[in-house]
T-cell receptor, first 111, second 114 residues
Framework: QKEVEQNSGPLSVPEGAIASLNCTYS??????FFWYRQYSGKSPELIMS????GDKEDGRFTAQLNKASQYVSLLIRDSQPSDSATYLC???????????FGSGTQLTVLP | SAVISQKPSRDICQRGTSLTIQCQVD?????MFWYRQQPGQSLTLIAT?????????ESGFVIDKFPISRPNLTFSTLTVSNMSPEDSSIYLC???????????FGPGTRLTVL
């Protein structure tokens, strides 16, 4: 059973702070990793994908991957109230096309 | 990416009836997927729908309950059959445009079964 684990939160950070979201996965054959953001009542939207160990930066967002530790994280710098949402970690294993999602972390950025 | 639409956006149905949800994408894609998101929960894959072949269902989901059609590379339907209140969920289609391995989601269909 392939599992993806996230801290369910809720996680609250003040505006301007760094929000750190974490995700672990069980399948060592996992190859592709994704972070989605889901606002209440909306569908998930892709924030970032990462495939190699290390950091990947896109604007205020940085994804970090450590395959040896089976760990992927998302950092949001200069957090804004508009970042308040549920963040979903998703993993794709090997040649499979299916995504396995974590349970999501609810983030609230306080003004 | 891809522009995806779903119909209906929401519906309220009676127990024992069936609802067909449509998913339309603005470009041809090989891979389409159907997910369910129950209240307060994450996404669970129902099935993978490839054009020209039978849908592949995940454990816990069966064709009799969730029949899927995929008549061409831009369209798919999911039917929720013989509904019960436990089927109340958001149903989402997603696509994986070639040659990426990234999935994009439609706006979802919010289903309430009374």
């Amino acid at each position: 059973q392939k599992e993806v684990e996230q801290n369910s939160g809720p996680l609250s950070v003040p505006e301007g702070a760094i929000a750190s979201l974490n995700c672990t996965y069980s399948d060592r054959g996992s190859q592709s990793f994704f972070w989605y953001r889901q606002y209440s009542g909306k569908s998930p939207e892709l924030i970032m994908s990462i495939y190699s160990n290390g950091d990947k930066e896109d604007g205020r967002f940085t994804a970090q991957l450590n395959k040896a530790s089976q760990y992927v994280s998302l950092l949001i710098r200069d957090s804004q109230p508009s970042d308040s949402a549920t963040y979903l970690c998703a993993v794709k294993s090997g040649s499979a096309r299916q995504l396995t999602f974590g349970s999501g972390t609810q983030l609230t950025v306080l003004p | 990416s891809a522009v995806i639409s779903q119909k209906p956006s929401r519906d309220i149905c009676q127990r024992g009836t069936s609802l067909t949800i449509q998913c339309q994408v603005d470009s041809q894609v090989t891979m389409m997927f159907w997910y369910r998101q129950q209240p307060g929960q994450s996404l669970t894959l129902i099935a993978t729908a490839n054009q020209g072949s039978e849908a592949t269902y995940e454990s816990g989901f069966v064709i009799d309950k969730f029949p899927i059609s995929r008549p061409n590379l831009t369209f798919s339907t999911l039917t929720v059959s013989n509904m019960s209140p436990e089927d109340s969920s958001i149903y989402l289609c997603s696509v994986e445009p070639d040659p990426t391995d990234t999935q994009y989601f439609g706006p979802g269909t919010r289903l309430t079964v009374l």
